[in-house]
């Protein structure tokens, strides 16, 4: 969303030819904007000799009014390019990627028989979960502040273990925030569906109506955006970080994905007749080979250093990226692999035998929280996403390998009906194909056993990438260079500076986190730490002075886990200063194993302390201060 009066640097006040200012008003205002191209992250497209930028008004996603005690502010939702024409946003991608999709799509369907075809879109719903604690809490936590996070904390007597807040009454002070929050989203065409607390304490979810993509997408920045504000004045803050605290649930962003249009309907809906579940299963065809091609690239979209904290968890998937279709779906798959299908001559439809697909008088399977890319009865819902994150990134990528899979398979079926097949007969030649050399992705059970993660790399040869230092270099791998210049989304040289802006923000997010762990180490826990062990050391003296012989075990700890709290701080502060790497990726992967190594330990002993120290003497507000909303 663009701000029109902050992004021209004119306004709408000009002055006329005897030299007094008016106010001129104008469409071409709202066309074209011109804001610096140089201060926003790039990834090196626009330097500040190179400054230039454009805004235009993208006119499928709706403008809005933005009101505000002082007035109110026309909103319009903009892409940004460069000068030298290359895509600075992520709103750009997102419309080419749907593009290449509907002309896919429309090879595809015009192959199989249909002769109407309204333009195909993408569909999003994305699940927004956050935590809220009390604001006063939050402005005694620099790490909260700074990082979205809390570096340190021990945890509380009692977490989530009794699994006693999911289905629990929502907090009331809470339920004002949500009506007040929500009549804000309808205000602006944006209507809440559902809102519930979530598992963890202090952890709650909204979930919206399905919406077109770009639309979606634009939604979901607006809604994050005024959660956070209408949070402070409920004396709340909002905190959309993956990981605010150790040990309990994380928070992701499940966004919900279809792909349908006015005349064929959704076309991840298996639908009530022959003609609908052909379709449904090319196009689930092409996700479960697109996710096999390129899990790497859903990987890398979803690659964040907070989200690291989430991934293999709690209800987050893993970072293996694997498709769960349900019994039913897979049971279907499974068959058309094994060539367990046959073709009626009238129709020329592909008659499956198979009761469940005619129709689903229920969901196709089970819901699985393991699963990072599950179908869920008409739709796909890639449950990895990072609650801080712009579903457009994720949406580019779903659509792109849609786009490509689909591509290809138009050209298989050119080649099967030239051979003379029926449109059922070649489907079920080619979807066998497709289950044969990418059925593989396909995978219904636990995603968090250890016997998963090593058939997963070892048999089916799916890629484990489990921080973001190892899945952001994919997004300059010969093959993902190759699927989006292909589909005309994403160009080499815009590819690249993705890859230079995510991993610059990686770099930078762990690097303020490691400042905060060493100033908190050194100038907050350390002398609060040192300052009790004082007072103990008094009271000993003073007691035996009494003849009271005190057990000085509690001093001891405190002793040695300042001074190994020190000792680690002193070593992070070394690696961090260290720059003499050769290559982005070395320096990505240096943060992610022995800086983010360094601060764990540093958390170690500074949980540890929390532990001993009188409460009184803690300088920071607890866990348990701030999980359980009063």
């Known amino acids: 969303m663009t701000n029109i009066t902050a992004e021209k640097h004119d306004g709408f006040i000009i002055t006329n030819s005897d030299g007094h200012a008016i106010t001129e008003f104008t469409g071409s205002l709202l066309i074209k904007g011109e804001p610096d191209g140089s201060s926003f992250p790039n990834g090196s497209l626009r330097m500040t000799s190179a400054a230039r930028g454009y805004t235009a008004w993208d006119p499928t996603s709706p403008a809005y009014i933005k009101n505000t005690e002082n007035g109110a502010t026309?909103?319009?939702?903009?892409?940004?390019?460069?000068?030298?024409?290359?895509?600075?946003?992520?709103?750009?991608?997102?419309?080419?990627?749907?593009?290449?999709?509907?002309?896919?799509?429309?090879?595809?369907?015009?192959?199989?028989?249909?002769?109407?075809?309204?333009?195909?879109?993408?569909?999003?719903?994305?699940?927004?979960?956050?935590?809220?604690?009390?604001?006063?809490?939050?402005?005694?936590?620099?790490?909260?502040?700074?990082?979205?996070?809390?570096?340190?904390?021990?945890?509380?007597?009692?977490?989530?273990?009794?699994?006693?807040?999911y289905f629990g009454a929502i907090p009331e002070r809470v339920q004002v925030f949500m009506q007040d929050f929500e009549d804000q989203l309808y205000r602006l065409g944006i209507p809440a569906k559902t809102h519930h607390n979530e598992v963890a304490p202090a952890q709650f979810e909204i979930a919206p109506y399905f919406e077109a993509a770009n639309v979606a997408a634009d939604h979901q920045q607006l809604m994050m955006t005024i959660m956070k504000a209408t949070a402070l004045k409920h004396g709340f803050m909002c905190l959309l970080h993956e990981k605010p605290f150790a040990g309990i649930n994380g928070s992701g962003k499940h966004v919900n994905w279809s792909v349908g249009n006015a005349t064929q309907g959704n076309l991840l809906d298996p639908g009530h007749s022959p003609a609908e579940n052909l379709q449904f299963l090319v196009f689930c065809g092409a996700v479960i080979r697109g996710v096999h091609l390129f899990g790497p690239l859903l990987r890398a979209v979803i690659a964040t250093a907070s989200n690291d904290h989430r991934l293999g968890a709690n209800e987050a998937p893993p970072a293996i990226m694997s498709v769960y279709l349900g019994d039913q779906l897979e049971g279907v798959f499974n068959d058309i692999k094994a060539g367990k299908v046959s073709v009626t001559s009238g129709g020329g439809m592909m008659d499956l035998g198979l009761s469940q697909i005619l129709p689903f008088t229920r969901d196709p399977g089970d819901r699985n929280r393991t699963s990072p890319f599950a179908f869920t009865g008409n739709r796909f819902e890639f449950r990895a996403v990072g609650s801080s994150q712009s579903v457009s990134g994720p949406l580019v990528a779903m659509n792109t390998i849609l786009a490509e899979s689909l591509d290809w398979m138009a050209g298989r079926l050119e080649t099967e009906l030239a051979s003379g097949k029926q449109v059922a007969e070649a489907v079920a030649t080619i979807l066998q194909e497709v289950m044969n050399e990418h059925g593989d992705a396909v995978f219904g059970g636990d995603g968090y056993s250890t016997d998963w993660h090593e058939a997963a790399v070892k048999e089916r040869g799916l890629r484990n990438l489990p921080t973001s230092a190892d899945a952001l270099p994919v997004f300059i791998e010969q093959p993902v260079i190759d699927l989006f210049e292909s589909t005309g989304v994403l160009s080499p040289l815009e590819l690249n500076s993705r890859y230079e802006v995510y991993a610059e923000q990686y770099l930078n997010s762990i690097a303020v986190e490691a400042k905060l762990v060493i100033e908190l180490g050194k100038t907050v826990i350390y002398p609060a730490a040192l300052a009790y062990l004082a007072e103990l050391g008094a009271t000993y003296e003073v007691a035996a002075k009494f003849g009271a012989d005190l057990d000085t075990s509690i001093a001891s700890t405190i002793a040695t886990e300042a001074k190994a709290l020190l000792a680690a701080v002193t070593e992070l502060e070394g690696a961090l200063a260290t720059h003499d790497f050769a290559t982005v990726a070395d320096h990505l992967k240096h943060c992610a194993t022995t800086v983010r190594g360094l601060m764990d330990?540093?958390?170690?002993?500074?949980?540890?302390?929390?532990?001993?120290?009188?409460?009184?003497?803690?300088?920071l507000p607890k866990y348990r201060e701030m999980l359980f909303i009063r």
């Open 601 to 619: 330990e540093a958390r170690v002993h500074a949980d540890a302390l929390e532990r001993v120290v009188a409460d009184s003497a803690w300088p």
């Open 74 to 165: 026309l909103m319009i939702p903009s892409v940004f390019m460069s000068w030298t024409g290359e895509s600075l946003d992520k709103k750009i991608p997102l419309l080419r990627s749907n593009a290449a999709m509907d002309k896919a799509a429309r090879k595809v369907l015009t192959l199989m028989g249909e002769t109407e075809i309204a333009p195909l879109n993408s569909s999003c719903g994305a699940e927004q979960e956050y935590f809220l604690i009390d604001k006063n809490f939050a402005a005694a936590r620099p790490d909260l502040l700074l990082a979205g996070r809390t570096l340190f904390g021990a945890p509380p007597a009692k977490g989530q273990e009794f699994d006693d807040h």
